[in-house]
């Protein structure tokens, strides 16, 4: 038997042994990914994926400003084919003011203030 033919069962006998491992590992990545997909119901969860409609309604808004939002690129879209699908933590974010950055932030203005206002 020559060396290529040796090397080939090898290969096809480990790769054989790891099959179920590798079946278990693809059914627990899709089992979550399809969790991760269910859109409200009695699964929801604070990553799910909502509606226009939905997220509206969080946000206090109408459903075209949630798709206007996504088609400016404020909101990233995960939805599947033609269905537009927004992560709730997401748009918690896009809501929430993030604090200034530290460029942003004048440190010797800001203790200028305060020394200001304590000597008042």
Not at 11 to 18: I, N, T
Not at 25 to 54: F, K, N, Y
Not at 103 to 112: H, K, N
Request: aromatic fraction near 2%; proline fraction near 4%; charged fraction near 30%.
């Amino acid at each position: 038997m020559s060396l290529d033919r040796q090397l080939r069962d090898l290969l096809d006998d480990a790769l054989r042994a790891q099959l179920p491992l590798i079946r278990a590992e693809v059914e627990a990545v899709v089992r979550h990914e399809l969790d991760a997909a269910q859109v409200g119901g009695a699964h929801g969860a604070a990553g799910d994926l909502m509606t226009p409609a939905e997220a509206a309604r969080v946000a206090g808004v109408t459903a075209e400003t949630v798709r206007r939002w996504v088609r400016r690129g404020r909101l990233a879209d995960h939805g599947v084919g033609r269905g537009v699908r927004v992560r709730r933590a997401e748009l918690r974010a896009l809501n929430d003011p993030a604090p200034p950055s530290v460029e942003e932030f004048d440190l010797q203005a800001r203790v200028d203030e305060l020394l200001r206002r304590d000597a008042t």
